[in-house]
């Protein structure tokens, strides 16, 4: 495919798109320049840099439910350990000697105020070691209030968590070009990574890239693209989203000139049903134009195996085949 700049003069005039065909914004701005990141990451998040003070940007409750499992769990063990630590910081303040059976643990003071802390704070209560005098009541009595709340509320963060309802869709790595019935088409194909239902589902792809108006001025032009099926009953296997570049289609004459030279940017955004939770569910990613091949083929990626069944082979989801 031969390449040249999109920006040449004699190109001015017909490069943007029909106003019923095209967005004005699709919330990211229509004024852009060249060779800026994507909009849309490959998880589906923003590529937005929030520029904030810490206060104001930082949600305690939403870093908590959206983190990753791993980084939950380490935090929770974070904060099980500093806070014990610090109720065994205040018992040492006052003096081990308050707490009634330390000298029989045959542990360190510090240790010994730990796991006191430990069997407050989880009213455990083994009943080993016990406060003596006010001060040493006074911060088991305040330990133990903190055991509870601190309890109720990871509970509570722990069941919001399993019961958020987010998707886990697969998309392909790469989206192909490709010959499709008596022309070529833009594809690319998802899956469900996990077990449960999905239904109703519907897709929206908007394709985005740089253009020249009539007075010279380089903005955004945001349009959407027409695709052979945009609503799936169900998804027990793959689908595969097809786009025909056809003379209608907005990224036509795109593809004559070069897709790198205009800064494209392929947005989807999908969203079902989710039976096990009773809720709808909606996924974004996106492809930009080094993630597109030319000239190839998907691979079939399920097959009818001897006892009649369907095996769906997940892990080909990207399979391709260079044509």
């Known amino acids: 495919m031969a390449k040249r700049n999109h920006f040449s003069k004699r190109d001015r005039g017909n490069q943007a798109p029909k106003e019923e065909d095209s967005f004005q914004d699709l919330g990211?701005?229509?004024?852009?320049?060249?060779?800026?990141?994507?909009?849309?990451?490959?998880?589906?998040?923003f590529n937005v840099i929030r520029s904030a003070s810490f206060f104001n940007d930082f949600h305690i409750y939403q870093f908590l439910v959206s983190m990753s499992w791993t980084s939950f769990a380490c935090t929770t063990l974070l904060f099980y350990f500093v806070i014990n630590c610090l109720f065994a910081g205040f018992y040492m303040m006052i003096g081990v000697e308050y707490l009634s059976g330390a000298e029989g643990d045959n542990l360190e003071p510090f240790w010994t105020a730990f796991f006191f802390s430990v069997q407050t704070l989880t009213t455990v209560g083994y009943g080993s070691v016990s406060p003596i005098g006010f001060g040493a009541n006074l911060i088991a009595a305040i330990?133990?209030?903190?055991?509870?709340?601190?309890?109720?509320?990871?509970?509570?963060?722990?069941?919001?968590?399993?019961?958020?309802?987010?998707?886990?869709?697969?998309?392909?790595?790469?989206?192909?070009?490709?010959?499709?019935k008596d022309g070529t088409a833009l594809m690319f194909r998802l899956a469900n990574r996990r077990r449960n239902m999905l239904t109703n589902l519907q897709v929206e792809v908007i394709a985005a890239w740089l253009s020249r108006d009539e007075k010279g001025r380089i903005h955004r032009v945001y349009s959407r693209l027409n695709l052979e099926r945009d609503v799936l009953s169900m998804l027990p296997l793959t689908w595969t989203i097809v786009h025909p570049l056809t003379e209608e289609s907005p990224i036509k004459d795109c593809t004559k000139r070069g897709f790198e030279n205009i800064d494209l940017e392929i947005i989807v955004v999908l969203e079902g049903y989710d039976d096990t939770f009773a809720?709808?569910?909606?996924?974004?990613?996106?492809?930009?134009?080094?993630?597109?091949?030319?000239?190839?083929?998907?691979?079939?990626?399920?097959?009818?195996?001897?006892?009649?069944?369907?095996?769906?082979?997940?892990?080909k989801l990207n399979s391709y085949t260079v044509l």
């Open 28 to 45: 990211f701005s229509k004024f852009a320049i060249k060779n800026r990141k994507r909009f849309i990451n490959k998880d589906g998040t």
């Open 143 to 180: 330990g133990a209030l903190t055991g509870l709340m601190s309890f109720a509320l990871g509970t509570g963060l722990l069941f919001a968590r399993f019961s958020k309802p987010t998707a886990s869709i697969l998309f392909s790595e790469n989206a192909i070009v490709s010959a499709y």
């Open 279 to 315: 809720s709808t569910i909606r996924t974004h990613t996106s492809y930009q134009h080094q993630e597109l091949v030319w000239n190839a083929k998907f691979d079939p990626a399920f097959y009818f195996n001897e006892e009649g069944q369907t095996v769906l082979e997940v892990d």
